[in-house]
T-cell receptor, first 115, second 113 residues
Framework: DTAVSQTPKYLVTQMGNDKSIKCEQNLGHDTMYWYKQDSKKFLKIMFSYNNKELIINETVPNRFSPKSPDKAHLNLHINSLELGDSAVYFC??????????????FGDGTRLSIL | AQSVTQLDSHVSVSEGTPVLLRCNYSSSYSPSLFWYVQHPNKGLQLLLKYTSAATLVKGINGFEAEFKKSETSFHLTKPSAHMSDAAEYFCVVSDGGTDKLIFGTGTRLQVFP
């Protein structure tokens, strides 16, 4: 059973397009996250949601819009894709938000390539 | 503000020899620290975490890390490397009071037969 699953695993598209990445967790966690990993493997948080409410928004361009229909899902929609959006996007979840010692469980990533 | 510095971008060892991956942290109060491992084309997996209990933390796959406040270090060690340990390792500090993780730049571990 996959704990945190993301789809698609690979996404190749052209500049200017709009695309979505889906994430689901079956761990019963309250908090979900999106991270971006660049070509140098640097990981940075983008958003976190706790029980469908936005908690962290790390000055990400407003072309990126997360949506959490329920606490088990956190989707990421990206409008007007740019070359700089090429990266690996990771979804993660943790049991309780706002508690610094809770480990986060990661999905396998979505590799987004912009042509 | 919290931060972590991974002192080596690459570490190469022979199979069966010890592994040392170095990490220094900066925090204005008692931090929560983690080591995560990322295998190729995979997500991150938690190896171990320190949360102000024992300073020597044991993790999965024979890894352990020691929290040294005087040196602001949290180095990851393993007595004997295995080929399957080859991966990218991230030292991570939690932004205290929130669940925001701050990642180091990663150390790529290569294991030679």
């Amino acid at each position: 059973d996959t704990a945190v699953s993301q789809t698609p695993k690979y996404l190749v598209t052209q500049m200017g397009n709009d695309k979505s990445i889906k994430c689901e967790q079956n761990l019963g966690h309250d908090t979900m996250y999106w991270y971006k990993q660049d070509s140098k493997k640097f990981l940075k948080i983008m958003f976190s949601y706790n029980n469908k409410e936005l908690i962290i928004n790390e000055t990400v361009p407003n072309r990126f819009s997360p949506k959490s229909p329920d606490k088990a899902h956190l989707n990421l929609h990206i409008n007007s894709l740019e070359l700089g959006d090429s990266a690996v996007y990771f979804c993660a979840s943790s049991q309780e938000g706002g508690i610094s010692n809770q480990p986060q469980h990661f999905g396998d990533g979505t590799r987004l390539s912009i042509l | 503000a919290q931060s972590v510095t991974q002192l080596d971008s690459h570490v190469s060892v022979s199979e069966g020899t010890p592994v040392l991956l170095r990490c220094n942290y900066s925090s204005s109060y008692s931090p929560s620290l983690f080591w995560y491992v990322q295998h190729p084309n995979k997500g991150l997996q938690l190896l171990l975490k320190y949360t102000s209990a024992a300073t020597l933390v044991k993790g999965i796959n024979g890894f352990e890390a020691e929290f040294k406040k005087s040196e602001t270090s949290f180095h990851l060690t393993k007595p004997s490397a295995h080929m399957s340990d080859a991966a990218e390792y991230f030292c991570v500090v939690s932004d205290g009071g929130t669940d925001k993780l701050i990642f180091g730049t990663g150390t790529r571990l290569q294991v030679f037969p």
